[in-house]
């Protein structure tokens, strides 16, 4: 599917879900429709964008949590 990085192992290191990646790579297809290469690239930074996203969230939480534990 995908020709010039390696995505799938993006998306599997990131963990990312079936239903964000569609989100997202139908953003990205959006603006780059004609450049593959460029489509790949993005798709790929917007991935890792939207685990780090996730992991700040998880982790804000987390330490708010232990602060009403005190």
Do not use: C, W
């Not at 990085?5 to 603006?31: M, W």
């Not at 489509?39 to 996203?53: G, N, P």
């Amino acid at each position: 599917m995908f020709t010039y990085f390696d995505v799938e192992k993006v998306v599997k290191s990131t963990g990312i879900n079936a239903a964000d990646f569609d989100r997202l790579a139908k953003a990205v297809r959006q603006e780059f429709p004609d450049d593959e290469m460029m489509f790949e690239l993005h798709l790929m930074r917007a991935i890792k964008a939207e685990s780090k996203t996730d992991s700040l969230q998880a982790s804000t939480m987390a330490y708010k949590a232990s602060l009403s534990r005190r």
